[in-house]
């Protein structure tokens, strides 16, 4: 069973080999980036958009 945190995220395993290890705070970040962006549309996600050079 994977634990979670309160936003639903998939704790990063805390003792595993590396390839465990980097999957697990992958699988961190992106379901970070969804539930940051979660319920924004497209007008809501570009402001924060760094310049374009």
Known sequence: MIDRDE???PEPPLA???TAT?????DFQ???LAWKC?????A???PRSP???
């Open 38 to 42: 979660a319920g924004l549309d497209a």
């Open 22 to 26: 980097l999957l697990g705070f992958l």
């Open 7 to 9: 936003q639903g995220r």
């Open 16 to 18: 595993a080999d590396e």
């Open 51 to 53: 310049p374009r050079r």
């Open 30 to 32: 992106r379901a970070t």
């Open 44 to 46: 809501g996600l570009g």
